[in-house]
């Protein structure tokens, strides 16, 4: 027989598991076209969800790919969210904000010490 499949709104499992702060955040997110099941744009937070469903979203700058595994009960600690679901999102790549001076543009204080140095190290500017 069909057996009735486990499901909750897209907008409160996001919630439960932890991706955003409050509902209302992950219900806007929803709403303005964010986030897709199974490849599908979900327009409205009411959207049922349930364990297999693989949901792809942009949470701040990144692009979480996770799938669900349960629907839980509540939004409980952390480990528990994680129970929720299985993520697949590509690993994140390390880039700094400011890389290290590698020769290029102007250099900093030191580095133009570094390049004159002193009379009395045997520099370019030897007095005797």
């Not at 486990?6 to 929803?30: C, E, G, M, N, P």
Request: aromatic share 6%; hydrophobic share 35%.
């Amino acid at each position: 027989m069909n057996e009735k499949r486990d499901t909750i709104r897209i907008d409160k499992w996001l919630w439960q598991a932890r991706f955003f702060k409050s509902r209302s955040i992950a219900a806007t997110a929803v709403t303005t076209s964010k986030v897709r099941i199974n490849g599908d744009v979900a327009a409205k937070p009411a959207r049922a969800v349930g364990a297999g469903d693989v949901l792809t979203f942009l949470q701040q700058t990144d692009v979480r790919i996770v799938k669900i595994l349960a629907c839980g009960k509540r939004r409980g600690p952390a480990p528990e969210a994680q129970a929720l679901y299985e993520d697949m999102s590509p690993p994140k790549v390390h880039v700094p904000k400011n890389p290290k001076f590698e020769g290029k543009g102007r250099p900093t204080k030191k580095d133009r010490r570094d390049m004159l140095s002193h009379p009395r190290d045997g520099g370019p500017f030897d007095l005797d």
